[in-house]
């Protein structure tokens, strides 16, 4: 069942349509992303979609809720990460989060999730005082403590390390695993990847495509590429002869063979028959960010 449905989305500033036409819809339990590069009216379209922004056109529903005419309701289901400049420098970081849970009216329990966040050594901590990543487990804690059913994270990971990264996505994993929604705003292709089951891929404020993660994928290309160093001398015509293989060239002392399908069986099965033996093999296959340069025409990052 859809949790969020978004309309036929329109913003504008001034002159500018940031955001021209968006549409999707997020199933209840899904992580659903939002991928763009930098400008691409992701931002704005999650903020319309919490209710912080107007939007010219189009129609937004979560859980039901209109995000403006029923925005106090809103507030009880609905936990977004806030900007570093909500919150008072001198403010320490468990009166930030006792202050938020009094916001609603069934807040988990604020302390376990400072654990979970890694953040109870730093309780007594003023939130001036904390660094980038420590600023941005707090963000995550305070979208969290109201028990929402839908978490709307905007550049979730920004600014961490790799590991802490890895460990925001583990809190993520399990937060969606007691079924809540979330909506996740990301330029990086690794979270995406790892994290989303579909994504909506933005640029430039329109909608390039829907899709799981390997779908994009799919969409765009299924070719294989498998690269290895042949021990002895192979006829490139007994590759070129397999319905699987595309093409054949040398790189090098490499060959690099390019498919579909089964590619690395029907090659290893014919290396054998010929007695050779394919050394430093590597299986090359489309990624997200090939998809994304082949959906938008430009690679996310410039
Ligand atoms: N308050 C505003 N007034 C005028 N223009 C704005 C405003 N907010 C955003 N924009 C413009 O609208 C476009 C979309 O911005 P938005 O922040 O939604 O993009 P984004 O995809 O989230 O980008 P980023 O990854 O850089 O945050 C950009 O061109 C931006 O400059």
Redesign the pocket.
């Known amino acids: 069942m859809a949790i969020i449905q978004v309309d036929n989305l329109v913003k504008r ?2 002159d ?1 349509t ?2 021209d036409g968006v549409g999707f819809t997020v199933d209840e339990g899904e992580i659903f992303g939002i991928l ?10 999650v ?1 319309c979609v919490e209710g912080l922004r107007t939007p010219d056109d189009g129609v937004i529903r979560v859980c039901g809720l209109d995000p403006r005419r029923d925005e106090a309701d809103l507030r009880q289901v609905l936990g977004a990460q806030l900007q570093e400049s909500e919150l008072p420098d001198k403010l320490r970081v468990d009166e930030a989060l006792e202050l938020y849970s009094s916001f609603y009216r069934a807040p988990v329990d604020w302390r376990e999730l400072a654990d979970t966040l890694n953040l109870t050594d730093k309780l007594g901590t003023r939130f001036k005082q904390l660094s980038g990543g420590q600023k941005q487990r707090l963000s995550i804690a305070l979208a969290l403590v109201g028990d929402p059913r839908v978490a709307v994270l ?2 979730l990971t920004t600014g961490l390390d790799p590991q802490a990264r890895r460990d925001v996505w583990d809190l993520i994993e399990r937060v969606r695993a007691r079924g809540v929604t979330i909506l996740l ?1 990301t ?1 990086f292709m690794e979270e995406a990847e790892r994290l989303c089951d579909r994504l909506a891929v ?1 640029d430039a ?1 329109r909608l390039v495509a829907i899709d799981t993660p390997a779908g994009l994928v799919a969409k765009v290309d299924d070719r294989q590429r498998i690269r290895f160093r042949p021990s002895g001398p192979l006829d490139h015509a007994v590759l070129t002869a397999l319905p699987e293989v595309t093409a054949v060239e040398r790189a090098g002392s490499q060959l690099v063979v390019t498919g579909t399908g089964n590619l690395l069986l029907a090659i290893t099965t014919v290396l054998a028959r010929e007695h050779v033996i394919a050394a430093d093999l590597r299986v090359e296959q489309t990624t997200l960010d090939d998809a994304f340069v082949a959906l938008t025409g430009r690679p996310i990052e410039p």
Request: net charge negative; charged share 20%.
């Open positions: 500033y001034g500018h940031a955001v763009g590069p930098n400008g691409a009216g992701k931002t704005t379209t903020e905007d550049e705003v330029h933005i404020g």
